[in-house]
């Protein structure tokens, strides 16, 4: 699975409520990738409540 922060993220701090093992906020989100595997579900659940659509999840 690949997860990326796209422009416009505000920052909010809504992806790293829900696992702040993957995802960090500094001025907007950044993603450790090596923290993906078994957290799977929570990247989805980051996308969706993203209140901007700024969580690009990809599953390959």
Known sequence: M???IMDGCT?????EAINPDVFHIDSTAHVDSSKI????QDCIDAALICPVNAI???DI
């Open 2 to 4: 690949i997860v990326t």
């Open 11 to 15: 920052g909010c701090g809504a992806c």
């Open 37 to 40: 595997p078994g957290n799977e």
């Open 56 to 58: 690009w999840v990809e």
